[in-house]
């Protein structure tokens, strides 16, 4: 927990808890609203595309615009914005207004577009190099941890009261994370003058960068297929609420073991950052997705909760540990002058990535059935595992084949 004497990241992680505290009261109530207004499989897949587009949308200009601006205003407004915008949320009590809730879930998540980038960049800042995978496992081990209380909190909440409440629980979260951000120093990005200065320079240049540096862009691809495989969670809201016929309880405590697998995640990788080589990190990384494509398999195949629990809860594991590594690896890889431009891009990659794989996963499950898209998705799972696997072990014998020419020729 050294970590936390770093005074601008101790308050960054706090305000990061209390906003994920409300994020999840949200989630489950969301979950439940589109529920009650329709109540199908492709519902809940719009639901999650009204949230995805936007956010994959405004993440293509919001680190090119936040990298000018002072990262804790940004934080600050985007969080009092969120307060206001999710609160609304409560009086939508009739299918009539489902475009409404859709709408706000498009607001809510531009704004969140500008949350990342900044926040990321502060962390930067705030942290030196050697702690930031230490960070990084806390945030995500925290995130995780909190998915399990809160989740279980809601789930109990939803069954004796309304899950309406929640959307005004989740308003005062944001409004008091907007209070522990506020002493913080202002956050400018002092390197800003390597980019050029034209808006759509530095946004052409992004993305030049992201193409002459090949090992970013591997990264980003590699998340891209990490976050298509994680698209399956929609799948599970229509296979528990409408194929299996459970209540909207029995979805969020099937949270908690969703949340306990970031926990674990967060402390394994932890414990073995010191110890990870370069080519332990990879292997990590590609073997996480194979278990994730088997995981994904096992969560719609079997019968007993406790079962799907479990299946859930390795799924989780391997997914937040390839999450923790992969955006360390970015966060080390990037130039300073170009890392909110790195963030956005890879959040408008990854995410539009998994807009595109909720939507056809949920008007697929709905057509075929949860279980038959499964086999699908678990494949796909597997196969870019031992792909990267196998690029990553080639490349590794070409930059063995170049160190052993250059030693011959040294000598």
């Known amino acids: 927990m050294a970590i936390l004497q770093h005074p601008v990241f101790r308050r960054l992680y706090t305000a990061h808890i209390v906003h994920i505290i409300g994020n999840e009261f949200t989630f489950i109530a969301v979950v439940g609203l589109l529920h009650d207004l329709s109540g199908s499989g492709l519902s809940f897949a719009a639901g999650t595309v009204f949230r995805m587009i936007p956010y994959v949308f405004a993440s293509f200009f919001a680190g090119t615009l936040v990298e000018n601006w002072d990262k804790r205003r940004v934080m600050i407004v985007v969080n009092l914005l969120r307060g206001i915008l999710v609160s609304l949320f409560f009086f939508i009590t009739s299918a009539t207004y489902l475009w409404v809730a859709f709408l706000l879930l498009i607001l809510v998540n531009i704004c969140s577009a500008f949350f990342q980038p900044a926040m990321q960049v502060a962390i930067v800042q705030s942290v030196e190099e050697k702690d930031r995978l230490a960070a990084n496992s806390l945030l995500q081990g925290t995130t995780s941890f909190l998915i399990i209380v809160c989740q ?126 370069e080519k332990g990190t990879w292997r990590i990384q590609g073997w996480a997705l194979v278990a994730m494509g088997c995981s994904i398999f096992a969560v719609f195949h079997t019968k007993p909760l406790l079962g799907l629990a479990i299946a859930i809860l390795f799924a989780s594991t391997a997914q937040f540990s390839s999450s923790i590594l992969s955006v360390t690896k970015l966060q080390r890889l990037s130039d300073p002058a170009y890392l909110a431009r790195v963030f956005s891009i890879r959040e408008m990659a990854t995410m539009g990535s998994f807009s595109a794989s909720c939507l056809i996963l949920g008007f697929s499950a709905e057509q075929v059935g949860s279980a038959a898209v499964s086999v699908w998705l678990g494949f796909f799972g597997v196969a870019a595992g031992l792909l990267w696997l196998w690029s990553r072990r080639k490349l590794q014998k070409i930059a063995d084949v170049q160190s052993d020419l250059r030693r011959n020729s040294s000598a």
Do not use: W
């Not at 907007?178 to 390597?194: G, Q």
């Open 152 to 277: 279980g909190v809601a789930a109990v909440l939803v069954y004796l009261f309304s899950y309406r409440y929640n959307f005004l629980l989740d308003a005062a979260c944001y409004l008091v994370s907007l209070f522990i951000l506020l002493p913080l120093p202002h956050i400018a990005n002092d390197v800003v003058s390597k980019a050029a200065v034209s808006f759509m320079e530095r946004l052409k240049e992004g993305f030049r960068y992201i193409g002459k540096h090949r090992e970013i862009g591997s990264v980003i691809g590699y998340q891209m297929a990490e976050r298509v495989c994680g698209a399956y969670y929609i799948m599970l809201m229509y296979y528990v609420l409408t194929e299996r016929g459970e209540g909207l309880y029995v979805f969020g405590l099937l949270d908690i073991p969703l949340g306990l697998g970031g926990v674990i995640a967060g402390i394994a990788v932890n414990k073995l950052s010191e110890r990870l080589s």
